[in-house]
């Protein structure tokens, strides 16, 4: 039973381009959704978050949307650099006392130079 | 270093052992979280604690087992080892038992091969 879908295992975007990255989900009791990027050998590392009150949350080159109907979020990365080539979870927090993360299988994004 | 330190890094062992994974949570963090990422897989939500006490559990195996010790530092104790349980796990800490958004500081893992 996947709570968290991300569909797309991997995407390539040129340098300077617009990266999208979207995460499904189905458990209505999520109220907050985090994204975390992970290089090889690393743990994962906190990006940006969205709180279920909010369509959308920015900073910097990331932007976070969130549509609540549909029960999809997606990443925005714009300009996107070679740095950022990393796997992308979406991980959303459900509510209720636990709030431990529920994690998608993750989008390996490539930015080529 | 996101300060949560993970010990050992890789770990080789066979089928039937059994094994202790460590980890240190960051400085003033009080919950534990463990999950395990297979191959090609996202990471499994296994167990947490706070402060000691286990505050909930998600997919963690009979054969597997936690503690968080009085210090804070928590082990994960995997037993009956199979050629399945070869994964990467990973330990996270964040300040309160609820968890903050954006709060959870995971580890870089331990590789645990089973052969």
């Known amino acids: 039973d996947q709570q968290v879908k991300q569909n797309s295992p991997s995407l390539s975007v040129q340098e300077g381009r617009i990266s999208i990255l979207n995460c499904d989900y189905t458990?209505?009791?999520?109220?907050?959704f985090l994204w975390y990027k992970k290089y090889p050998a690393e743990g994962p590392t906190f990006l940006i978050s969205?709180?279920?009150?909010?369509d959308k949350n920015e900073d910097g080159r990331f932007t976070v949307f969130l549509n609540k109907s549909a029960k999809h979020l997606s990443l925005h990365i714009v300009p996107s650099q070679p740095g950022d080539s990393a796997v992308y979870f979406c991980?959303?927090?459900?509510?209720?006392?636990?709030?431990?993360?529920?994690f998608g299988s993750g989008t390996q994004l490539t930015v080529l130079p | 270093d996101s300060g949560v330190t993970q010990t050992p890094k890789h770990l080789i062992t066979a089928t039937g052992q059994r094994v202790t994974l460590r980890c240190s949570p960051r400085s003033g963090d009080l919950s534990v979280y463990w999950y395990q990422q297979s191959l090609d897989q996202g990471l499994q939500f296994l167990i947490q604690?706070?402060?000691?006490?286990?505050?909930a559990k998600g997919n963690i195996l009979e054969r597997f087992s936690a503690q968080q010790f009085p210090d804070l530092h928590s082990e994960l104790n995997l037993s009956s080892l199979e050629l399945g349980d070869s994964a990467l796990y990973f330990c996270?800490?964040?300040?309160?038992?609820?968890?903050?958004?954006?709060?959870?500081?995971f580890g870089s893992g331990t590789r645990l091969t089973v052969v």
């Open positions: 991980a959303p927090i459900s509510s209720g006392s636990a709030r431990q993360l529920t």
């Open positions: 969205i709180s279920s009150i909010k």
């Open positions: 604690y706070y402060n000691g006490e286990e505050r």
């Open positions: 996270a800490s964040s300040v309160g038992g609820q968890g903050e958004e954006g709060g959870y500081t």
């Open positions: 458990n209505s009791m999520f109220d907050y």
